[in-house]
């Protein structure tokens, strides 16, 4: 699993960072990414909330997958501002969950954490941003090894 930890995180972070392949089509967004036998899919509907699902194939076959859903919890704040900083915190480099973001990150007002359970083979969690104690955002996620 050791190889699909490392491939979970280039992957991420390439598609994040928006270096991956990128398409939409039937009102959902496809981010894709391949680096030798391994290749990662996320397939993701809506905006402002959304849900959708990762999926690691290696030679083509489906070997490990994520569901999440979740999204902005109030109209209150920008969600470009809110998303920015989701972003930021999801290119953070602690390694110890590479499934989301980072246990904690601070820019300013806002704070993101993130509280999973579980490894790669088997997991579920919760990745929040507040700012005080008003929680503006939040996603739930979970998955494993197929």
């Known amino acids: 699993m050791k190889d699909i930890e490392k491939f979970i995180w280039k992957a991420k972070k390439s598609t ?3 270096d991956g392949d990128f398409y939409e089509k039937e009102g959902m967004k496809y981010h894709s990414f391949r680096d030798g036998f391994y290749r990662f899919e996320d397939r993701k509907i809506g ?56 246990s904690f990150y601070q820019q300013a007002q806002m704070f993101y954490f993130n509280e999973f359970s ?10 929040y941003i507040r700012i005080g104690n008003k929680i503006i955002y939040e996603l739930h996620y979970s998955g494993g090894k197929m």
């Open 118 to 127: 579980g490894d790669v083979e088997r997991f579920n969690g919760r990745e």
């Open 47 to 102: 905006d402002q909330y959304y849900s959708g699902q990762e999926v690691i194939f290696l030679e083509e076959k489906p070997v490990w997958t994520m569901s999440y859903s979740g999204g902005i919890l109030t109209d209150a704040y920008e969600s470009a501002e809110i998303y920015r900083f989701l972003h930021q915190s999801l290119m953070a480099e602690e390694r110890r969950n590479t499934l989301r973001g980072p």
């Open 16 to 18: 994040y960072a928006k």
